[in-house]
């Protein structure tokens, strides 16, 4: 590996680690950059504007170009190279930004077909109906992390880790399939051969992160139905604490001092409250 992305990597792995997804795909857009950028080094703000402009040509839309903002401003600053550009000068993606998400009725129906589905898929299904769990994090999802009648979730996200109760409803499936780390891609290839066999038209564009914004949705119509706080859908999911305060309260720092664990000196307070109101865990045994 060139010094410049043994820089990078350093950059992304010390003091704080990100994910291992994360750094293989700053590496991988650095690598990009670079190859086009030749030996002409340190680049210069016009080649920066040349990259990004031929990016546009070629069909690139906002949201790639930003992406790519952000890993070449990581790139620079772990060579100590200028940084030519302010934080107002990033890409901006579309207001409107497609975001699918399953009906209430739609994604019963992708329960209720599990009989379609191999051991694999349906496990899968299982945990992210439950869990919301996203992408990356049902890739992490290792055989030894089950154990106890419960299961070690990896959030990402700056998300809070956290050992979640696996209800009797989902066990069996649970059971009957050993999973082990993979690569994330692989988990949008289940998600489309599940989408494919159920009795559902699933357009392109939809997946696990479909699933979340649904049930995040209904769980909060469940919490409020209960005189339950909203909040604690977001807990359950693994949203970070900053996340959440902006979300519930307006301000960022309000989640950061929030303390959901206080509740109860039982680590599986937040499943018990939420299991009996969950909206899609009794249908896996209808």
Known sequence: MQPELENLKLALTSPRERSPTTVSNYIYAAKHFLAWQG???PPSEMDLRKFFLEKKEGGSGAGNQGYYFYVLRKLFEANHWPWPFKREDRPEAPEEVF???FTLDELKILIQDRENYSDEERFYLALSTTY????EELARVRNRDIKDGAIFIRTVKRGPKRTALIPGEIMPVINNYRPRERKPRSLSAVFRRVADKSSL?????YGW????????????IALAQNGMPLTWAADYLGWSKKTIGSRYFGVVTAGVYRHPEAMSQDPYALDKAI???HPFVKLWVN
Do not use: C, F, Q
């Open 39 to 41: 030996n002409k080094l």
């Open 209 to 220: 992160h479909s699933i979340r914004r649904t049930l995040l949705t209904m769980m909060e």
């Open 99 to 101: 975001a699918p998400v």
């Open 275 to 277: 299991l009996p109101v």
């Open 201 to 205: 038209d699933v357009e392109k564009g």
């Open 132 to 135: 919301g769990i996203r992408r």
